[in-house]
């Protein structure tokens, strides 16, 4: 009985003080009849990271065209980045890569925007993640 108690505090205290990939996410809004999630595979980006991972998920089967843009808060307003990425899928993205090589240090976010066109036009509406930093 007393290694099973020791044997079960040494998995808790694993669990509860594993460092966790801490990612930041949208939550889940509805746009044009779809209910999307968008998120990053972390919270702020060191000068090691090499990218910021993105993914979206849905609810249901029909199909979303969405373009992911990076945006950086500049003098408190929030500023679309030169790069882009366009797709379309049913349940989730493949993870969507933008390296951190090509942008400069600051408070980032991305915005996903939904169209209702293959050939993304007929904007639905936006989808944004909280904040998160890059450092350099």
């Known amino acids: 009985m007393k290694k099973l108690l020791i044997t079960l505090t ?4 694993a669990v509860l003080y594993a460092p966790s990939a801490a990612a930041v996410t949208s939550g889940y809004k509805t746009i044009g009849g779809h209910t999307i999630s968008v998120s990053t595979d972390a919270n702020s980006y060191t ?10 998920r849905k609810t249901g089967n029909e199909t979303v065209y969405y373009r992911f843009t990076l945006q950086k808060k500049v003098s408190g307003k929030w ?5 882009s990425l366009v797709g379309s899928f049913k349940n989730a993205t493949p993870a969507k890569e933008f390296y951190t090589v090509n942008h400069t240090a600051g408070t ?3 915005k996903m925007t939904i169209y209702k066109y293959k050939n993304w036009t007929g904007v639905k509406g936006h989808i944004y993640t909280p904040s998160f930093e890059v450092r350099k």
């Open 10 to 13: 040494i998995i808790i205290a």
């Open 79 to 83: 500023k679309d980045q030169r790069f």
């Open 108 to 110: 980032h976010r991305i």
């Open 47 to 56: 000068p090691k990271a090499k990218s910021i991972d993105v993914t979206a």
